[in-house]
């Protein structure tokens, strides 16, 4: 099996938890090859696991971890609604679960909210942050009103013929790349309606320049959902953050321009610690 999954109790919530480990792309390691820390990837709104393995599998030289959301792929529907700081420590408390201590942390889209709020939140227990076509919240730049009129809408998100139909528009947002979606599951509404809520909620203005890991922000020139300002905005508020532009992608850039995206954050996560970061 490419990815081994289980359901794991963490913070009073049941979630579907894959972990990818080393040498799971099929290829092995070599003999005498560095151990290096998982990586914890932080999915976009209503995004199921198997969305993301594609590009998990060609980390092959690290552990990556990564969980379905309540109410998103194969986790049961919350009980009551959360926030992002909840989903950061239930994160926190899912790594204890899995005896895992210090990880890199990367964040798409909805994700790069939790990301970021994880970095700030525990920062003893992150070593990189890498913020993947998202923004800093509800007072982000919006996207084009179309596609954000689509994604508002219950009854085009979790239903599974109207998003199959929506797919390629809603989830390339502007990209021009051919990429499979087969794999997407649609969430169940209070799954998405918790995701939702969760982020007008929030926003990571306050803390921004006090997050002091080492930060790599990647965005799309032609994202039509989370405008490139967004991210410009990140790497202009997140002290000695580095940006990475890509092009024709769209919202999705990271399973359009795979190959580019797995280059950009390898080479990211290999390069040694920085002297005034821990570990």
């Not at 990815?3 to 480990?21: D, E, N, P, Q, T």
């Not at 850039?253 to 280059?263: G, I, K, T, W």
Request: aromatic share 8%.
């Amino acid at each position: 099996m490419p990815a081994s999954y289980s359901m794991v109790g963490a913070a009073g919530r049941r979630l579907r938890v894959a972990r990818w480990h080393p040498g799971a792309g099929g290829q092995g390691l070599p003999d005498g090859a560095p151990a290096r820390r998982p990586l914890l990837v932080f999915n976009g709104i209503g995004i199921n696991l198997e969305l993301f393995e594609p590009v998990a599998l060609d980390l092959a030289e690290r552990e990556v971890i990564s969980f379905d959301m309540p109410g998103v792929g194969k986790s049961p529907d919350p009980i009551f609604p959360y926030t992002i700081p909840c989903m950061a420590l239930t994160a926190i408390a899912l790594l204890d679960q899995l005896g895992v201590d210090r990880v890199d942390v990367m964040g798409i889209s909805w994700g790069g909210a939790i990301a970021q709020q994880f970095a700030f939140q525990h920062r003893a227990r992150t070593g990189k942050l890498i913020l993947a076509a998202t923004g800093a919240g509800f007072v982000m730049a919006p996207g084009n009103p179309n596609m954000l009129r689509h994604l508002a809408d219950p009854r085009e998100y979790t239903v599974e013929r109207t998003l199959r139909r929506n797919l390629a528009s809603l989830y390339a947002g502007g990209g021009n790349g051919a990429f499979s979606l087969n794999s997407v599951t649609p969430p169940s509404p209070l799954g998405w309606a918790c995701q939702v809520a969760a982020f007008a909620t929030w926003t990571s203005i306050p803390f921004l320049p006090l997050i002091d890991v080492p930060v790599l922000v990647m965005a799309d020139e032609d994202d039509q959902i989370v405008p490139p300002a967004n991210g410009r905005f990140l790497h202009q508020t997140i002290p000695g953050s580095r940006l990475e532009m890509f092009a024709g992608g769209g919202h999705l850039f990271m399973l359009a321009l795979r190959e580019r995206f797995v280059a950009a954050v390898r080479q990211f996560l290999d390069e040694p610690d920085p002297a005034c970061a821990n570990g």
